[in-house]
C-alpha cells in the first residue's frame, strides 16, 4: 500500500517537475523584460528631462509640447509594463490548461529540458541584446542634444519613436519566445503520437 503510494506520488513529481522548469523559464524571460523595459523607460525620462531643460528658453507652444510628450511617455511606460504583466499571466494560464488538460498528453512532461533550455536563453540574449542597442541610440541622441542644443521638436519625436519602437519589439521578442514554446510542445507531442502507433502497429 505504502509502495503504490510512493510510487503515485513520485509519478506526479516526475510530471510536474518538467511544467515546473517551464514556468520557471517563462519566469525569467518575462522577468527581464520587465526590468529592460522599466530601465529603458527611465533612461527616455531622462531624455526627455534635458529636452525640457533645454526648452524653458523657447515660446509657451513648445513648452506645451514637451509636457504633452511627458504624459504620452508615461502612459506608454504603464501599458507597456501592464502588458508584459498581463502576458506573463496569460503565459503561465495558457501552459497551465495545456498541462492539465485531460484531452491530450501533458505537453510540458514531454517538452526536453535541453530545448527549453537554449529556447530561453536565445530569448534571453535577444532581449538583452536589443535593450542594450536602443540604451546605446538614446545615449548618442543625447549626446548630440547636448552638442547641437535643441532642435524642435526633432528630439521629441525622437524621444517618443525610439520608446515606441522598443516597445513593439521587445513585445515581439516575447511573442516569438511563446511561439517557440508551443511549438516545442507541439513536435514532442508529434512525436509521441508517432511512436505509440508504432508500438500498436508492432503489437
Do not use: C, W
Not at 519589439?169 to 508504432?198: P, T
Request: avoid cysteine; aromatic fraction near 12%.
Amino acid at each position: 500500500m505504502s509502495k503504490s503510494i510512493h510510487s503515485e506520488s513520485g509519478t506526479r513529481f516526475s510530471q510536474a517537475r518538467p511544467l515546473l522548469q517551464l514556468f520557471g523559464g517563462v519566469t525569467l524571460v518575462f522577468l527581464l523584460a520587465f526590468g529592460a523595459d522599466a530601465l529603458l523607460q527611465r533612461d527616455m525620462e531622462f531624455f526627455l528631462a534635458g529636452i525640457m531643460e533645454q526648452d524653458a528658453f523657447f515660446t509657451s507652444v513648445v513648452r506645451q509640447q514637451d509636457a504633452f510628450a511627458q504624459n504620452i511617455l508615461g502612459l506608454l511606460t504603464l501599458l507597456s509594463l501592464l502588458a508584459i504583466a498581463v502576458g506573463f499571466a496569460g503565459t503561465l494560464l495558457f501552459f497551465s490548461l495545456l498541462s492539465f488538460s485531460r484531452l491530450r498528453s501533458t505537453p510540458a512532461s514531454q517538452f526536453e529540458a535541453a530545448q527549453l533550455l537554449k529556447t530561453t536563453l536565445l530569448s534571453l540574449r535577444g532581449i538583452a541584446t536589443v535593450t542594450f542597442i536602443f540604451l546605446v541610440v538614446t545615449a548618442i541622441y543625447e549626446l548630440l542634444l547636448r552638442i547641437i542644443s535643441n532642435q524642435p521638436p526633432f528630439f521629441l519625436l525622437a524621444a517618443l519613436i525610439i520608446a515606441v519602437m522598443y516597445i513593439f519589439i521587445l513585445a515581439y521578442l516575447l511573442f516569438d519566445y511563446v511561439k517557440e514554446l508551443r511549438a516545442g510542445l507541439g513536435s514532442r507531442k508529434q512525436e509521441a503520437g508517432r511512436g505509440g502507433m508504432q508500438e500498436d502497429k508492432g503489437s
